[in-house]
């Protein structure tokens, strides 16, 4: 694999996470009781305990994304590739 074949990896990468992450944040805005509805049922959790997990989840996912995917592709286009 090429720098440029890992830059463009990369750059697709990051366009799913981050295409994932808003998906996933718009779900928990706009069906919120329902999916916190399906979470209860499933694992037993509170509506409070949920939405700090909600919220950990994302942000979680935000930290890896931009940390793992974005960076080093912003990294490899400074560089030239």
Known sequence: MTISQ??????????????????????????????????????????????IKYFDFLSHYKIMTLVFMVAPYIALKIMGY
């Open 6 to 51: 890992l830059t463009e990896l990369l750059g697709w990468a990051s366009v799913i996470n981050i295409g994932y992450l808003l998906l996933a944040t718009l779900i928990l805005m706009f069906m919120n009781g329902t999916v916190s509805s399906i979470h209860n049922k499933a694992f037993g959790l509170e509506e409070k305990m949920l939405r």
